[in-house]
């Protein structure tokens, strides 16, 4: 007999299936004995072909790719829109991809390699546009994201506790800094005057940072917010 549920290969005298534990039959019908098909605690195991589906993603990725290049090509005689195009394909495939490459990715790794991709992107948008404006404001604003981002993410990895911390920190900070993003704006983009939108979400930001915080210190309180939230 087989499996309803994964399709597995069952003995007659199998109750549960070793694979996902679905029941084969109701437990009141009674099942002949017989010999199990698998040793206990060697059963079979679902291996998906890591390296085929990437290999597909990456060619998939790859089409859109050549098509806008020739496309571009061929009515520009040059790079002009396609770069963009290519670049958010690259840094999708950086940010998603790259790491399923792997069978244990360390996100303390992946996760700074994708904001130095988005920095690159970004870098490539400014000098494509004459902007100049990628060190005043593009280079701060993609850095201290990625410094946050990868604190919390190898904090959150490599610490056992204090998660609430953690968070509560990280959204403070980011509350912190959307006003220097803004005095930035100011300042790249010759703004005439500050008109102080960052403050608001930065009150927000600070209130739930410091609620986390807060929760984090006091247990009881902690206790009946996982009580109330169902956590």
Known sequence: MYCINCGVKLADSEKRCPLCGTVPFHPDIRREEGRPLYPA??????????????????????????????CDLGINARVTWSGYVMGAIALCYVAAVLPRWFRHPNPAVFVPCTFVAVGLYVLYIDLSTAGGWFLSFG?????????LVSAVVILIRYTRRGELYIFGGGMIAL???????????????????FIGWSWYPLVVLVLLGGTLIFLAICRPARETAERKLFL
């Open 139 to 147: 280079f701060p604003v993609v850095g201290f994201l990625g410094l």
């Open 175 to 193: 509350g912190a800094f959307l006003p220097v993003m803004e005095l930035l704006m100011k300042i790249t983009f010759h703004m005439p005057q």
């Open 41 to 70: 605690g060697r059963y079979p195991l679902l291996q998906v072909r890591r390296k085929g589906i990437c290999g597909a993603v990456t060619i998939l990725l790859l089409i859109p790719v050549f098509i806008t290049l020739i």
